[in-house]
């Protein structure tokens, strides 16, 4: 064997022996370690990978542990969580509703979770991790894993989905294989907890709100936006500000804002959300909530981007793109395309004068690379 291949059987041999001690009851280690956290990182990334649909052995005790260790991290004053530089680039990913494998592969470019390449980058995710997929249990864990690990680089907002009366209608508890129906009540309870402590949204250097779905209608200027962004916590009322950001959303062919007659929702028009990026002097609004067969949609003159990073999967090839959109340090930005096999580079280029995005490819380009994605 090379260098290589003992390192590699080596580094094996070491995660069977922690995912042994992950399975054995808490007392023996008392609380989670970080090599702890690799191990089940590690094992949801094969278990994935090699389409496995089982459950986590894990005790529930150690994944209520586990819950509570991220919430810790959401818990943090919100200047923090609900504010970043673009002192790296950072990568905006839209709904996974249980589905890891956009995100598998754009980690892959960039030399896997946890290297020095990967480590130079922040990694931003606008909600919607879960719904009634088999791996929507394992996608939650491993990003809460992540937010542990990595707290500086990993960026996690509230989704629709990540709201209790919602996760509860579509099931999500059954998701939670092997665990009695006692300790996965006791787990979605401990989730939803650590849910509701989740900022609403993101600033970028004042410039580029990052938001699950929805803007806050009637903010007049920036230092409103920020000051309702630290004050709103998703648990507030449910008819709320908080609401507004994960439920409301743009509507085309709408020049003004109405209510969604089914759910009460705000829709808003082009002429509303260009007046609230303009009166809070933004330059780009991205938000995710809402499936896109290209995997992205611009609105709102360019003003408003829709991205979509999950794979339909229904047992036959993907139907549509999945994008993740990559901001720059010098605020130029492209969306990298996910189609089957091969990644599209769909850029979009700044105009430096203006600072709009103008896109300069066709999805259906011939511009491509070879896919570096994890092989089945």
Same mark, same amino acid.
């Given at each position: 064997?090379? %260098? #290589?291949?003992?390192? %590699?059987?080596?580094?094996?041999?070491? @995660?069977?022996?922690?995912?042994?001690?992950?399975?054995?009851?808490?007392?023996?280690?008392?609380?989670?370690?970080?090599?702890?956290?690799?191990?089940?990182?590690?094992?949801?990334?094969?278990?994935?990978?090699?389409?496995?649909?089982?459950?986590?052995?894990?005790?529930?005790?150690?994944?209520?542990?586990?819950?509570?260790?991220?919430?810790?991290?959401?818990?943090?004053? /919100?200047? #923090?969580?609900?504010?970043?530089?673009?002192?790296?680039?950072?990568?905006?990913?839209?709904?996974?509703?249980?589905?890891?494998?956009?995100?598998?592969?754009?980690?892959?470019?960039?030399?896997?979770?946890?290297?020095?390449?990967?480590?130079?980058h922040k990694f931003m995710f606008?909600?919607?991790?879960?719904?009634?997929?088999?791996?929507?249990?394992?996608?939650?864990?491993?990003?809460?894993?992540?937010?542990?690990?990595?707290?500086?680089? !990993?960026?996690?907002?509230?989704?629709?989905?990540?709201?209790?009366?919602?996760?509860?209608?579509?099931?999500?508890?059954?998701?939670?294989?092997?665990?009695?129906?006692?300790?996965?009540?006791?787990?979605?309870?401990?989730?939803? #907890?650590?849910?509701?402590? @989740?900022?609403?949204?993101?600033?970028?250097?004042?410039?580029?709100?990052?938001?699950?779905?929805?803007?806050l209608e009637g903010v007049k200027?920036?230092?409103?936006?920020?000051?309702?962004?630290?004050?709103?916590?998703?648990?507030?009322?449910?008819?709320?500000?908080?609401?507004?950001?994960?439920?409301?959303?743009?509507?085309?062919?709408?020049? %003004?804002?109405?209510?969604?007659?089914?759910?009460?929702?705000?829709?808003?028009?082009?002429?509303?959300?260009?007046?609230?990026?303009?009166?809070?002097?933004?330059?780009? !609004?991205?938000?995710?909530?809402?499936?896109? @067969?290209?995997?992205?949609?611009?609105?709102?003159?360019?003003?408003?981007?829709?991205?979509?990073? #999950?794979?339909?999967?229904?047992?036959?090839?993907?139907?549509?793109?999945?994008?993740?959109?990559?901001?720059?340090?010098?605020?130029?930005?492209?969306?990298?395309?996910?189609?089957?096999?091969?990644?599209?580079?769909?850029?979009?280029?700044?105009?430096?004068?203006?600072?709009?995005?103008?896109?300069? /490819? %066709?999805?259906?380009?011939?511009?491509?690379?070879?896919?570096?994605?994890?092989?089945?």
């Open positions: 064997l090379s %260098e #290589e291949e003992k390192k %590699e059987a080596k580094e094996k041999a070491g @995660m069977k022996r922690l995912m042994k001690r992950l399975k054995a009851p808490a007392s023996m280690f008392g609380r989670w370690k970080r090599s702890h956290l690799r191990a089940l990182q590690r094992n949801i990334f094969e278990r994935y990978l090699a389409g496995k649909t089982d459950h986590i052995e894990v005790p529930a005790d150690d994944i209520v542990k586990l819950i509570d260790k991220a919430k810790a991290q959401f818990e943090l004053p /919100l200047c #923090e969580l609900a504010f970043t530089r673009l002192t790296e680039s950072i990568h905006v990913f839209g709904d996974l509703r249980g589905n890891l494998t956009v995100f598998f592969r754009h980690i892959r470019s960039l030399g896997g979770v946890g290297t020095k390449k990967w480590k130079a606008l909600g919607n991790y879960i719904n009634s997929e088999p791996h929507s249990f394992d996608v939650i864990v491993l990003l809460f894993c992540l937010k542990i690990l990595y707290p500086k680089n !990993i960026y996690l907002l509230r989704g629709y989905y990540e709201t209790e009366p919602v996760n509860k209608a579509i099931g999500f508890h059954k998701m939670m294989k092997g665990f009695s129906e006692f300790d996965a009540n006791r787990i979605a309870g401990a989730l939803n #907890e650590a849910f509701a402590c @989740m900022p609403s949204a993101c600033l970028v250097e004042d410039k580029i709100l990052l938001v699950h779905s929805g803007i200027n920036l230092s409103e936006l920020k000051t309702k962004i630290k004050i709103i916590s998703p648990s507030m009322d449910p008819n709320g500000p908080a609401n507004e950001l994960l439920m409301s959303a743009p509507k085309r062919g709408l020049k %003004e804002s109405e209510n969604c007659p089914k759910t009460g929702a705000r829709r808003h028009g082009e002429d509303t959300l260009l007046k609230f990026a303009e009166d809070c002097g933004l330059e780009l !609004i991205v938000r995710a909530g809402q499936m896109l @067969m290209n995997g992205y949609e611009n609105f709102a003159g360019r003003k408003v981007l829709s991205i979509y990073s #999950e794979f339909l999967n229904d047992g036959k090839p993907p139907r549509n793109h999945a994008a993740v959109l990559v901001i720059k340090r010098n605020y130029e930005a492209h969306l990298a395309i996910y189609a089957d096999d091969k990644l599209t580079e769909d850029h979009f280029r700044v105009d430096h004068n203006y600072n709009n995005l103008l896109t300069s /490819l %066709e999805l259906t380009s011939e511009r491509s690379v070879p896919d570096q994605g994890p092989k089945k």
